[in-house]
């Protein structure tokens, strides 16, 4: 999948802080925003003193993100210009809409909302979205975590929502192809015969040429080898049965060869 192709979905991506208390949140908000390719920040109400340098220190080479973010005063304010909100909260409930997605099912379905504005809010540190707020969301997500600490740091909880939205709109994926069935017989196949043909088995003939090959057979298969890793495993097997010994072991017998059969000088 193309990034290019799928660039203006992010672009009209707007994270929304709603009240936001901590200036070191913020900072790590625009770095988490940035690298998941999510430029557009506004940020609403902010609770505490603006302080440049805590913003400037954990954004790092994002502070950009902050240099251009819209500042207002209420949320209606802030979402005047949007065609679709989505609320952020980890409490659901029959006051909190009637569906909610989670931010991987949310970020499978943003391509339909390619030509829309889009707002997603996070709420404040403390207290999250209060009702009213996530009344004026058209969808509520959330993000599944254990029940025994269900709750997020506010740069987690940006960071966890951007990247579900780079991996499905934007990510370039790597798909796997295990090689097949009889690509995995004939790479044990050749395994065997290279065992055989340096006479292996005529030293372990408790190991048979069909239960090694049976063993090898079923190693490789539970590894689902790829493509390149089978022929690396090919080629590595068939150097090593060509190999010659060294000559310091030809030429050079240890103590125990010295020794007469009983063991005695």
Not at 153 to 160: I, S, T
């Amino acid at each position: 999948m193309s990034c290019a192709k799928y660039v203006t979905v992010l672009e009209n991506i707007t994270i929304v802080l709603v009240r936001p208390e901590g200036q070191a949140n913020i900072g790590a908000i625009c770095r988490a925003m940035k690298a998941m390719g999510v430029h557009r920040l506004r940020i609403v109400d902010m609770q505490s003193p603006e302080d440049l340098t805590a913003i400037r220190t954990w954004s790092l080479s994002a502070f950009d993100i902050y240099e251009n973010a819209q500042h207002f005063a209420t949320l209606p304010q802030a979402l005047a210009d949007m065609t679709l909100v989505v609320a952020t909260s980890r409490r659901l409930g029959k006051n909190r809409k009637f569906f909610s997605l989670t931010a991987k099912e949310f970020a499978q379905n943003l391509p339909q909302y390619a030509n829309s504005h889009v707002a997603i809010l996070f709420g404040n540190e403390k207290n999250g979205l209060n009702e009213e707020e996530v009344d004026l969301a058209h969808q509520l997500l959330y993000i599944p975590t254990s029940d025994q600490y269900p709750s997020l740091n506010l740069a987690q909880a940006v960071q966890l929502v951007c990247y579900e939205l780079y991996q499905h709109n934007c990510a370039t994926h790597i798909h796997f192809h295990p090689i097949s069935a009889p690509e995995t017989q004939q790479l044990a196949q050749t395994i065997t015969n290279q065992l055989d043909s340096i006479g292996f088995f005529a030293i372990s003939r408790e190991n048979g040429e069909r239960h090694l090959f049976n063993f090898w057979h079923a190693i490789i298969a539970r590894a689902q080898l790829s493509q390149k890793e089978a022929i690396f495993l090919e080629k590595m097997m068939r150097q090593l049965t060509h190999m010659k010994p060294k000559e310091s072991l030809k030429s050079s017998p240890n103590k125990e060869d010295k020794q007469s059969p009983d063991g005695l000088n």
